[in-house]
């Protein structure tokens, strides 16, 4: 098979996943979610294989616990991020007003200072991207609720999730180990070392990014409680689990829960309080806990994160939120690997090699290299354009040598 063949089998096979993505969108919820779940546990169950338990003892309990400690989560976290989600957005048309009355007479003065036609012109922009970007977030929530969290999807990531991780747990070394046999023998190395990076990466991204957002958002919730802001708990709380997409959850987070204090303070140290505890978690997360957690070794940039997940959101929904960053973290390894296969090629460097097979070189005085062939029998002379020199003939070994004469190696 040759190089093009190769390459037209894997964009065909690229192809082919995404358009079974694609047409299969409606019902793959619960087996991304199982296969997601079987995927991090699977380190776990191996440990406890290592111990002496069998791999269906093992996946039994790890499976039974994950969920049993999932649904106490949810039974309660649920209810108060609940009570307090309805309190906010009753509470929300005040805080406009409130903001809109703190902060008029300041937009007003500014205004007064800004000609007519650029006020126009800068509020016609503002106009026409807020309605693009109010447009673009409801084809991503339309997504969402529509085709993925409708009903039967819900009932099913609540009944299907926990049988598919179960089996998918039981039998992940199998369905590796097949998945391994079924390689080309010519390029398994190269394809089993992509395999290991891209499992680094994700593992490394998503366990050490999922960790940085559950502190993070405890710090927020604890710190905008203590510090006096309504509905404090729930701001954080939803800042942290926004983080991982980055800079944006960080960046909404800060907005809400400076409106809000404005609106519940007015302009005073109370503001400043909660200016500090969003200074004070960001400096916490950019020092110690992405440093630690996450490291600068998973190899995924931020910008091209939030491409992924905003991308994979639109198109497919959750779904494609789920699948944004393991497939973010499989094109990252892949071009990484051809950017070292390109750079190791000809390609890059097309500059020819001035050593041939049993060649020579030197140096004359005029700076020009010399190839000085040792032409055995059955070759062919070197490169007609380079400058050769042949040692002087044996029957004059007496010629007396100028000291002008070159020294036909340098």
Not at 207 to 213: E, K, P, Y
Not at 302 to 330: E, H, K, Y
């Amino acid at each position: 098979m040759t190089i093009r063949d190769q390459m037209r089998f894997w964009f065909f096979a690229l192809g082919a996943f995404f358009f079974l993505v694609w047409l299969f969108s409606g019902i793959l919820l619960p087996f991304v979610a199982g296969m997601a779940i079987a995927y991090f546990l699977d380190p776990l169950a191996d440990k406890l294989e290592a111990r002496g338990l069998s791999r269906t003892v093992a996946t039994a309990i790890i499976t039974a616990l994950f969920f049993l400690f999932l649904v106490f989560v949810l039974l309660l976290i649920v209810p108060l991020i609940g009570s307090q989600l309805a309190g906010f957005l009753e509470r929300l048309p005040g805080y406009i007003s409130d903001l809109r009355t703190q902060a008029g007479p300041y937009i007003q003065h500014i205004a007064d200072k800004i000609a007519p036609e650029t006020l126009n012109s800068v509020g016609e922009s503002i106009k026409g991207q807020t309605a693009n970007a109010i447009k673009w977030a409801g084809n991503i929530l339309g997504n969402l609720l529509t085709g993925s969290l409708a009903l039967l999807n819900f009932l099913s990531l609540v009944f299907i999730t926990p049988v598919v991780s179960f089996y998918l747990l039981r039998d992940w070394d199998k369905i590796v180990a097949k998945i391994d046999s079924w390689l080309p023998r010519r390029l398994a190395g190269d394809i089993r070392q992509c395999a290991r990076d891209i499992d680094l990466t994700l593992a490394g991204f998503v366990r050490g990014q999922s960790t940085v957002c559950l502190l993070l958002g405890l710090f927020y919730g604890v710190g905008l409680t203590l510090v006096g802001l309504e509905f404090g708990f729930l701001i954080g709380l939803m800042t942290g689990i926004l983080s991982f997409v980055p800079y944006f959850g960080m960046l909404v987070g800060f907005a809400v829960g400076l409106g809000v204090a404005i609106a519940q303070f007015g302009l005073g140290l109370d503001v400043v309080f909660v200016v500090g505890v969003f200074l004070l978690g960001q400096l916490m997360e950019g020092n110690f806990l992405t440093p630690k957690l996450v490291g600068d070794k998973v190899g995924l940039h931020a910008v091209w994160v939030m491409f992924a997940l905003l991308a994979g959101g639109a198109v497919f929904g959750l779904l494609g939120v789920m699948l944004a960053v393991p497939v973010a973290a499989a094109i990252g390894v892949l071009v990484r690997y051809g950017l070292a296969q390109y750079l190791d090629s000809r390609l890059y460097d097309h500059a020819p090699h001035p050593i041939a097979a049993g060649a020579g070189t030197g140096v004359d005085g005029n700076g020009e290299v010399n190839v000085i062939a040792t032409r055995q029998e059955g070759t062919a002379s070197p490169d007609t354009n380079a400058h050769v020199k042949t040692p002087p003939p044996a029957s004059a070994p007496d010629t007396p040598k100028n000291d002008t004469t070159e020294d036909p190696r340098g």
